[in-house]
């Protein structure tokens, strides 16, 4: 029996260059965004570019939070909600690298 066993399964091949990255295209909305949180959008710049810098998971779990709401009571109350939170996610960030 030799020493050194060979898996053919998981063998390394020859080194090859990476190829390049390529650059990510722009940001497309892929959540259709509440009238009402697009007219808070409206209001505040903040807020959306924050809205765009998170995940897509993200930004769906927000916008079902507010289609969710059975109201438009509920629905606006909802999407003020998600404003506040957003201004403060960009608040915090921006106190983060104000520190770093």
Same mark, same amino acid.
């Given at each position: 029996?030799?020493?050194?066993?060979?898996?053919? %399964?998981?063998?390394?091949? +020859? !080194?090859?260059? !990476?190829?390049?990255?390529?650059?990510?295209?722009?940001?497309? !909305?892929?959540?259709?965004?509440?009238?009402?949180?697009?007219?808070?959008?409206?209001? +505040?710049? &903040?807020? &959306? $570019?924050?809205?765009?810098?998170?995940?897509?998971?993200? %930004?769906?779990?927000?916008? &079902?939070? *507010?289609?969710?709401?059975?109201?438009?009571?509920?629905?606006?109350?909802?999407?003020? *909600?998600? @404003?506040? $939170?957003? *201004?403060?996610?960009?608040?915090?960030?921006?106190?983060? @690298?104000? %520190? $770093?």
């Amino acid at each position: 029996m030799s020493a050194a066993l060979s898996y053919p %399964r998981f063998a390394v091949s +020859s !080194p090859v260059a !990476p190829a390049a990255p390529t650059p990510s295209p722009a940001p497309t !909305p892929s959540v259709v965004i509440p009238a009402e949180l697009a007219a808070l959008f409206e209001e +505040s710049t &903040k807020a &959306k $570019s924050t809205f765009y810098l998170l995940d897509e998971y993200d %930004r769906v779990g927000f916008v &079902k939070y *507010i289609e969710l709401a059975t109201t438009t009571v509920a629905r606006e109350r909802r999407a003020a *909600i998600v @404003a506040a $939170s957003l *201004i403060g996610l960009a608040a915090s960030a921006a106190a983060n @690298a104000a %520190r $770093s």
